[in-house]
C-alpha cells in the first residue's frame, strides 16, 4: 500500500510517493500517518479544524473517498493506492 502525490503536494512532500501506514485500516488513518511524517502538507490538505479542504481529492485506488458513504473511514487493504490531489485547472 501506498501514497501518490500529485502537483504541489508532491513538491511540499519532497516526494512523489510514500509508503502509507502498514498499521493503518482506513484511509483517515492512512492520511494522519502521511501528514505526521511530512508535517509541511497539513496546512495544503487540512483546513483549521482539521478537515481535509474540499478542493483536495483523497483517492482510494482512484475513487474519491470524499465522496462515498464512509469518507475517510473507508476501509483499505495490502495493494490499495492512495492518492492525494489537488485541484486541478487547465484550458
Do not use: C
Not at 504541489?8 to 505526521?36: H, M
Not at 487540512?46 to 473507508?74: I, P, Q
Request: proline share 3%.
Amino acid at each position: 500500500m501506498h501514497w501518490k502525490l500529485f502537483a504541489d503536494l508532491a513538491e511540499v512532500a519532497g516526494t512523489d510517493t510514500a509508503a502509507a501506514d502498514e498499521e493503518a485500516t482506513t484511509v483517515g488513518e492512512a492520511l494522519d500517518a502521511l501528514l505526521a511524517d511530512r508535517p509541511a502538507l497539513e496546512d495544503r490538505v487540512l483546513d483549521d479544524d482539521g478537515t481535509v479542504y474540499e478542493h483536495v481529492n483523497v483517492l482510494r485506488n482512484g475513487t474519491d473517498v470524499t465522496a462515498t458513504e464512509d469518507g475517510l473511514e473507508t476501509q483499505i487493504d495490502d495493494g490499495d493506492e492512495l492518492a492525494l490531489f489537488p485541484p486541478v485547472s487547465g484550458g
